[in-house]
């Protein structure tokens, strides 16, 4: 199983620019999320997803948008990014119970000029 | 808004001293977990602490998680290189039990100098 996957592991983006980070997961998991992580801030939830055709928004979801048309797939959008979106962004999956490990993948650095 | 708080939020320590971590909340949460990341990387669960009261723990790693379900601490013994990396807690939401959510505290980062 490669588990959780990301693409792109870096981008450079000019400001208004659009992009999709990809993310895949093959181990048949319900939940799956979308943090960025800032210094000093931990990881903060963006979006997530209890199943394919259900997402929901998390802590910081402005400028952001998300689909789930598949259990294994979770693509997040920058509609037209910002200095502020630069970031490390990670994708993570579980079992949708309390308490279950997140799977997280190896993450997106971003940079918006 | 449920927050979690870790403390320190930078530790420098030479090889073979003790130190702990904690994070506190005035939120209860169901379950507390507790991650560690290396540069590059995404965070790895080391473990999962659910009963108010328990302690768990793992080779010289102990965790603790608060009577109340609040608050939990990781105490490291005889702290190795090995050992530097980032430390996260993140608790599981009360009423998320289909949903898996969690909420991460902002981290500690640990360097264990030789």
């Known amino acids: 199983n490669a588990g959780v996957t990301q693409t792109p592991k870096f981008q450079v983006l000019k400001t208004g620019q659009s992009m999709t980070l990809q993310c895949a997961q093959d181990?048949?998991?319900?939940?799956m999320s979308w943090y960025r992580q800032d210094p000093g801030m931990g990881l903060r939830l963006i979006h997530y997803?209890?199943?394919?055709?259900?997402?929901d928004q998390g802590e910081v979801p402005n400028g952001y948008n998300v689909s789930r048309s598949t259990t294994e797939d979770f693509p997040l959008r920058l509609l037209s990014a910002a200095p502020s979106q630069t970031s490390v962004y990670f994708c993570?999956?579980?079992?949708?119970?309390?308490?279950?490990?997140?799977?997280f993948g190896p993450g997106t650095r971003l940079t918006v000029l | 808004t449920q927050l979690l708080e870790q403390s320190p939020q930078f530790l420098s320590i030479q090889e073979g001293e003790n130190l702990t971590v904690y994070c506190n909340s005035s939120s209860v949460f169901s379950s507390l977990q507790w991650y560690r990341q290396e540069p590059g990387e995404g965070p790895v669960l080391l473990v999962t602490?659910?009963?108010?009261?328990e302690v768990k723990k793992l080779k010289r790693l102990t965790f603790q998680f608060g009577d109340a379900r609040k608050d939990s601490s990781l105490h490291i013994t005889a702290a190795q290189p090995g050992d530097t990396g980032l430390y996260l807690c993140a608790g599981a939401v009360m009423g998320s039990s289909n949903t898996g959510k969690l909420i991460f505290g902002q981290g500690t980062t640990l360097q264990v100098k030789p």
């Open positions: 181990m048949n998991h319900e939940y």
């Open positions: 997803s209890v199943g394919a055709g259900i997402t």
């Open positions: 993570a999956s579980s079992y949708a119970t309390s308490g279950s490990e997140q799977f």
């Open positions: 602490v659910v009963t108010g009261g």
